[in-house]
């Protein structure tokens, strides 16, 4: 089906749809659309930006009505998809005046439990959807529609079991949705205990790889940054993204970008979720062009325009590599992928490549660059302090 109109719709929700621009659906969206709205239960492989909140909202506003309690909950790993679901259900379900909440951790939780007693659809995380389910705050004995959104991400944080947990409180004649990057064996397994009968919807990459450049440089560790300057200066960018390992070499990166005049903004673990919001914000409206980020504050986080994704540092898993190079070349635009590699690189980037053969990385060498010298990250805080030799916070790395 390749028109809107073809899937049936009713019409508060094809005028909402209209409302919020889409011409064409998605391919997850012609191809899980019918079966959800049916009520049938669906497994669908589609990454992040591949346009599934849209086709399990479908499904939320045919079937929920306002003002007979909590009746659609959508699980999410982060914090930040659970407010971008919950914006994203608010403005399909307008015409319906669905009331729509999100909760999660990191915020107060008296507000929550005040919008608790009047939600249809609750947008979560697991961790505080279960601090509420022991609270008695929230209550799931009406849901009929349960969305597990990103479930192999689900799994990679180890929320599963608070998944399950959460599963079992809803009651089983419901419709169960699940939606993954990837349909992996344990997802699966997810899938043949909590799910009846599911149709298996795969929705394809959502990189299009003629529209993808791929290419690694060979460099000391000492001048990669230097590197970066100079790629910065002569690549033709809109929005670019510098993924890092550890918290640690986000700040590096950052302070240092700063220092040499590159706006530049970081995203990890350690920041409010008010300041991860704002940061968010002003990255998507465009007024800052370079994201320093790891792979646990990037996921779900939907960022339009990036032309450019470098890896400063490659990541240990393959699969975080994928949802890397993901953020870019969508929706039919160019992009580009750079990974910067020094010895400390090689094995994880053997991995990736050992894993997807298909995968075209082109060597470049670098070309003649000025040297840039890095401050540490508390230097220019503490110019003049001396080096300390006793143990610094621990030599586990945060994310
Ligand atoms: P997802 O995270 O998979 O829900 O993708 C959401 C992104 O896809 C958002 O930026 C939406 O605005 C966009 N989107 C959803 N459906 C469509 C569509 N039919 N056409 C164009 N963009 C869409």
């Known amino acids: 089906m390749n028109l809107f109109e073809d899937f049936g719709l009713s019409s508060p929700l094809q005028t909402a749809i209209k409302n ?18 049916k009520g049938k239960d669906v497994v669908g492989e589609s990454p992040t930006g591949s346009g599934k909140t849209l086709a399990f909202g479908c499904g939320i506003v045919e079937h929920a009505t306002p003002g007979n309690g909590l009746q659609a909950l959508i699980l999410t790993p982060t914090r930040e998809l659970a407010e971008q679901v ?39 995380t697991p961790g505080r959807l279960l601090d509420h389910l022991q609270r008695r705050t929230i209550n799931t004995s009406k849901v009929k529609l349960l ?18 947990k959460i599963i079992r409180t809803c009651p089983t004649k419901r419709q169960t949705l699940f939606f993954s990057a990837t349909i992996s064996s344990r997802v699966k397994d997810l899938a043949n205990r909590y799910m009846d009968k599911p149709t298996i919807v795969l929705a394809g990459k959502h990189v299009d790889p003629s529209k ?41 990166v950052v302070k240092n970008l700063r220092v040499n005049k590159i706006d530049a903004i970081a995203i990890h673990g350690g920041l409010s979720q008010n300041k ?24 779900g986080l939907h960022i339009d325009n990036v032309s450019h994704i470098y890896n400063y540092e490659v990541p240990n898993d393959p699969n975080d590599y ?39 990385i082109d060597k470049i060498e670098i070309p003649q660059i000025k040297r840039v010298f890095a401050i540490k990250s508390d230097d220019s805080r503490r110019p003049f302090r001396r080096k300390q030799s006793f143990h610094r916070g621990g030599s586990r790395r945060r994310y």
């Open 86 to 124: 919950k914006v994203e259900l608010s403005k399909l379900s307008h015409q319906k005046h669905l009331n729509v909440i999100a909760i999660y951790g990191g915020v107060s939780i008296n507000p929550q439990i005040h919008d608790l007693s009047r939600a249809n659809v609750v947008v979560a």
């Open 322 to 360: 994928v949802h890397r190079i993901g953020r870019t070349a969508r929706a039919g635009e160019e992009g580009k992928v750079i990974n910067l590699l020094c010895e400390y690189d090689h094995d994880n980037f053997s991995r990736i490549l050992h894993e997807h053969r298909s995968f075209t």
């Open 212 to 252: 993808l450049k791929q290419v690694y440089y060979n460099v000391p560790k000492n001048m990669k940054l230097s590197l970066l300057l100079h790629l910065f200066q002569y690549e033709k960018s809109k929005l670019i993204m510098v993924f890092c390992n550890t918290r640690r070499t986000t700040d590096f």
């Open 20 to 37: 919020l621009g889409f011409e064409k659906p998605t391919q997850i969206q012609s191809k899980s659309i019918p079966d959800i709205v």
């Open 276 to 299: 991860r919001t704002r940061t968010i914000d002003i990255f998507n409206k465009g007024k800052m062009g370079v994201l320093v980020c790891t792979d646990v504050a990037a996921r």
């Open 147 to 164: 969305v597990l959104d990103e479930a192999d991400r689900m799994f990679d944080m180890g929320f599963i079991d608070d998944v399950e």
